[in-house]
């Protein structure tokens, strides 16, 4: 079983910073798809970022130029570096993986349905 633990999650006024970590259960994890979503009160899950099994990457269009996936297969982490915050990017936000999702990063955004989730970190963006 994989098992994904998200942190990092703060409250944070407009314009700053966050990062992100998601640690994996697994030393197969390199080969994993993996992405970030978020979901915020009232509102549906949305892709926020995804690196597909080829390490091809994407965005969700309102993090575009503001926030960074990355990975490090070493420690076996997931980060999102998120810059430029905004109130509407307060959510809880989730980590996901897969290790026989063969999606691009772009179908996968939109793919709510990876295997293994975390429990979520919650960001709070204050105007």
């Known amino acids: 079983v994989v098992q994904l633990a998200e942190s990092g999650g703060a409250s944070v006024q407009a314009g700053g910073s966050l990062r992100l970590s998601c640690e994996v259960s697994?030393?197969?994890?390199?080969?994993?798809?993996m992405g970030w979503f978020r979901q915020a009160p009232g509102k549906r899950r949305e892709g926020v970022a995804v690196?597909?099994?080829?390490?091809?990457?994407d965005y969700g269009d309102s993090v575009k130029g503001r926030f960074t996936i990355s990975k490090d297969n070493a420690k076996n982490t997931l980060y999102l570096q998120m810059d430029s915050l905004k109130p509407e990017d307060t959510a809880m936000y989730y980590c996901?993986?897969?290790?026989?999702?063969?999606?691009?990063?772009?179908?996968?955004?939109?793919?709510?349905?990876?295997?293994?989730w975390g429990k979520g970190t919650l960001v709070t963006i204050s105007s």
């Open positions: 996901a993986a897969d290790p026989y999702l063969s999606l691009t990063a772009s179908q996968a955004l939109q793919y709510h349905g990876m295997n293994y």
């Open positions: 690196i597909d099994r080829d390490g091809n990457i």
């Open positions: 697994s030393v197969q994890y390199s080969r994993f798809c």
